[in-house]
């Protein structure tokens, strides 16, 4: 059924309070299982009168509609409650991953001028160090102290202890700014795709088209809530329609991951490609121990799925995996395989029914079927984010010719089909995360014994692509194992573990053109033993 939003569009009222409204209450919401294989579970109800407890919380901490509000947590129930808490005060809500370096968390953080953020305690370090460079910041809440350490920096239980359990949502427009990711770009720094309320409307008609997802279903997305994914479908989109979810503390692990497959039922599983391809790693006969027969439907989503995990599913799983495309900026799934639907392995799908997808030439003119161009759809869906944060003109960029440019490259097969050729940057595709090379490179010019950098990215079985970084080092300077460890920790303190180079190059001189940008596809050329092609702008 579609969601009703003629009382309300808020997300976390839709998502809890709305789903006690009419019979979900005593449902299960989530059960929460730790790593040791702890269980909780929290009904509809009780999410909503915790989420409504953290958004009087805030409220009583003096924040209004229109602050900026970020979690900077792991997985955790703290997380999902926070969440749903401060969307019901209409607060601009952003999530951050767990792994963030210092100089990740200045970008985002400034360019969205936060006032208040929840995380942990060992995590606080971070924020300190960079906290005379936020102005804005009033409150840092941490989720595991039971006292306030000051005025600015307080305990979440506290706070919660004191708070009262209800709380009235305010009529919400559905344009009215709700959450907000962060993407990385090739160059200059991250983008803040801000997403409006009524983008639940889409997130809830994907995960009852695409997904498919029934009143009874056992649904687990097992992307981080730090990621899109993770809240479009790890929390809106069911909860849009009520239904039960398992939330896990932990990580990829195959044994937990399949335990929990059968034991808790799990008919819908939605998760990554490159889970997929490291489950293809384990022996076949590994997974006749579980029964997965409750297992209706997996679903994959954040790069392109390999036919060969496609056919592997089918010959050891008996199941069929079900490709997904959409963006941060998409806010939901646009281009999809699904039940119902030939699956063509490698193809990204078809279009969902009222989204239009064309490959468009450079100049706008449509291409024909089997014609590799620019990725494009036609605005106006409702989960499409509404600018970037602070960054308009960057934002209106991306619209040209009445399309949104998606910065992937595809075509379209004589069926219909889409499939994804790559992108028209040079992000870097890792684990389904996207990972600036100009980050990367700036976070290696910091270290005082690199002279250049130049970061690509490499197709990689697991991986889909892993990060690879070309330096030169400064004279005198040798290059040991001891140097390489203090790269690889200033990168993933500075930009995240996941941008950490998977390989390290040392050589003379980093090519660059005549005007000192730098050629990564001459570094990527040289890596895959490639023709170099037109080398004539290079500065030599």
Known sequence: ???????????????????????????IAFRWIDLNGLVKDYTFTELHTESSRFANVLKNLGYKIGDVFFTFLPKSTEQIISFLGSLKLQLVTGTLFSNFGEDALLDRLGNAEAKVIITKKSFLKKIIKIKEKLPRLEHIILVDIDDHLSESVMSYSKLMNAADITFKVEMTRPDTPSILHYTSGSTGKPKGALHAHKSILMQSKTTEDILQLLPDDVFWCTADQGWVTGTSYGIIGPWSLGISQIHYAGGYDAEAWFKMLAEQRVTVWYTAPTALRMLMREDDSFFENWDLSNLRCIFSVGEPLNPEVILWARRVLGKDIYDTWFQTETGSIMISNRPGLEIKPGSMGIPLHGIQAAIVDDDGTLLPSGVQGNLCVRPGWDSMFITYFNNEEIYRSKFKYGWYWTGDTAKIDEDGYFWFMGRSDDVINTAGHLVSPFEVESALLEISEIAESGVIGVPDEILFEKVVAFISINKNVEWTRDLELKVRLHVSNKASSIATPQEIFVIDSIPKNKSGKIMRRVLKAKYMGADLGDISTLDI
């Open 1 to 27: 059924m579609p969601i009703d939003i003629t009382d309300n569009c808020n997300i976390g009222y839709l998502c809890t309070e709305k789903q006690c409204y009419i019979g979900n209450g005593n449902k």
